[in-house]
């Protein structure tokens, strides 16, 4: 209201601006307050884990909350030689490539087929990849244990990389397919014109085109394998094929009173985590909501 | 789409993917009915005994238990993540500065392996060492510490709250990026209409979003159905078994009690209960998969 009446109603409107304005500013006060809070709690469990890496363990019984009095690395050492976090880590690259290599080539040619062809039984072959989203993974665990000693690759990197490939498909071939389906139809014309065989196609005109869907399929099948811990428990037991979360979990269950040396251990694995997330948040971030909010 | 004229580059298309899905992630499941209606150790022959293995876990209050937890666990999850995430969706969908770190910070436990979660929330919940009792006592509140892993009574709520950290942050950034897809200008009449901070939510932002509500209500139940790593690594269900899920007890009674007939038949149940679970909620609220 711009006031050009009588006095009292413009200081009137003029306080209620004023009101308004504080109480905008508490209003802005107390989300932040919230935010920051929220910020906290889901920061400082992680931080007082990377800081007490950092101390003796005398410096983490006399101060637990803050930063080391003195930055000491002999946990380190001692973590990467008793845990063999270098072998793990190793081995977790390993399986977990090379399931994302077959999962996305093989989930690639599937969803290519799934979504530029029409076919009898298109639609069903579709749903059956796509529902194997629902299977809770450790209900096939007993199974998979007996399969696996039946093929003779039980405590091999097959036992985790084939269980892996076949429980990220579903996902890769959903995220693919939706993408391709939304290439216009003439994309290919020309080059059947051209006489261009169908795998040609695929190889030379599809796959390129769906280098952003393939991006988050990857990040996606690839953070399912570093993290999977199920299969491994029960599929690897010789120490020297075990992958970082199995790996870790033994080393924790084995030095249970010596917290600085744990956290060492956990840091060690943590960081590259959160290196590879800040500089690729986007896209990591995207993959794991975008379903949800295009569903 | 095209008409493919022949079908075995269909098939040379669709082998491998079939395969490698169907070998390893549906027969298991029919391996597993089949050894269900078995008694066998692992080693020595297999002896058919028809349906009592379910009749066995019908009994067992173990079972029973670790039922009652996995339903705890998917309510504390729709009821702590969902609200939660969706309360800090809506305070964040404002111009705040800062917004860009709230959300990377928000998102963090997400893509943290369970395994390092869960191994860090043991610390944390150590009756000695931990930082929750050593937060107790410097904040003068000492007299609520508690072994909390180690107590039957609270191990299970300790293990709640940690689920519920882990995933807060998904559905907070799920929310978020629904609610930026709504138009400014439909809020900006509502505005221009008087309406309040409140009013917005309920009768614009919230309908705008409940597609995409119900879909991470789903989401979040499926999710939750699957928690096997968080406990084995946190308590392996005890103490006394009070922190038993589903999955962690098949774990334990076929590798450690070499059960394999009866861990068989309780991967089944796993597997009909979370479908069941899954189908009704879709059902119940009309959600549209794409």
């Known amino acids: 209201m711009m006031g050009n009446k009588a006095e009292p109603r413009e200081m009137t409107a003029v306080d209620r601006d004023a009101v308004a304005k504080t109480k905008r500013k508490l209003r802005r006060t107390l989300v932040y307050i919230i935010l920051i809070l929220f910020t906290i709690v889901n920061a400082y469990p992680i931080f007082w884990m990377i800081m007490n890496a950092f ?162 399929a990857v990040i996606i099948n690839f953070i399912n394998n570093w993290n999977e811990f199920a299969f491994a428990l029960v599929l690897i037991s010789d120490e020297a094929l075990q992958t970082l979360p199995l790996g870790l979990a033994n080393f924790a269950g084995a030095y249970t009173t010596n917290y600085p040396a744990q956290m060492a251990g956990l840091t060690l694995v943590l960081v590259p985590t959160i290196i590879f997330y800040l500089l690729m948040e986007k896209q990591i971030v995207e993959g794991m909501t975008q379903g949800a909010v295009k569903g | 789409m095209h008409l493919l004229r022949s079908p075995w580059k269909i098939g040379l298309g669709l082998v491998l993917p079939l395969i490698i899905y169907m070998v390893f992630g549906i027969i298991p499941i029919f391996i597993s009915f089949y050894y269900s209606f078995m008694a066998w150790d692992g080693f020595s022959a297999m002896n058919f005994v028809g349906i009592e293995n379910y009749v066995t876990a019908f009994q067992d209050s173990t079972f029973w238990l670790s039922l009652r937890n996995n339903i705890l666990v998917v309510l504390a999850s729709v009821l702590g993540q969902i609200p939660i995430g969706l309360g800090l969706a809506l305070l964040l969908n404002r111009k705040i500065k800062g917004a860009k770190f709230f959300r990377t910070i928000g998102f963090l436990p997400v893509v943290i392996s369970t395994v390092v979660i869960s191994i860090t929330w043991r610390m944390i919940y150590n009756s000695e060492q931990g930082l929750l009792n050593n937060l107790l006592e410097t904040t003068g509140l000492g007299f609520l510490q508690q072994n909390w892993l180690g107590d039957p009574d609270s191990a299970i709520f300790a293990i709640l709250i940690t689920i519920v950290w882990q995933f807060v942050g998904l559905y907070f950034i799920i929310f978020l990026s629904a609610l930026q897809t709504i138009p400014k200008e439909l809020l900006e009449a509502a505005e221009l209409d008087g309406a309040g901070e409140w009013h917005k939510i309920v009768h614009i932002t919230l309908p705008s979003i409940r597609n995409v509500i119900l879909v991470a209500i789903v989401l979040c139940i499926s999710g939750s159905l699957k928690t096997f790593d968080l406990i084995y690594v946190m308590t392996q269900g005890g103490p006394a078994h009070s922190t038993e899920v589903m999955a962690t007890y098949m774990y334990s009674e076929t590798f450690e009690g070499l059960s394999y007939g009866y861990g068989s038949a309780l991967s089944i149940l796993i597997l009909v209960f979370s479908l069941i679970l899954i189908l009704i909620t879709t059902k119940v609220m009309g959600v549209k998969r794409a």
């Open chain 1, 55 to 216: 101390k003796t363990s005398q410096d983490f019984s006399l101060n637990p909350f803050g930063l080391p009095a003195q930055w000491v690395f002999e946990n380190f050492q001692d973590a990467w030689v008793t845990a063999n976090i270098g072998t793990f880590f190793f081995n977790s690259v390993l399986v977990g490539a090379a399931a994302v290599l077959i999962s996305i080539f093989s989930g690639a040619l599937a969803a290519y087929f799934l979504s530029r062809f029409e076919f009898r039984g298109k639609k069903f072959i579709y749903g059956f990849l796509v529902i194997g989203l629902l299977i809770p993974i450790h209900a096939t665990l007993v199974p998979m244990y007996i399969l696996m000693q039946n093929l003779g690759i039980l405590n091999t990197y097959w036992a985790l990389i084939f269980p892996y490939v076949a429980f990220n498909l579903p996902i890769t071939v959903f995220l693919l397919t939706s993408f391709m389906s939304s290439f216009p139809k003439e994309m290919e014309e020309s080059a059947i014109m051209d006489g261009c065989g169908v795998f040609r196609i695929f190889w030379s005109i599809i796959l390129p085109m769906t280098r952003p869907a393939i991006a988050t």
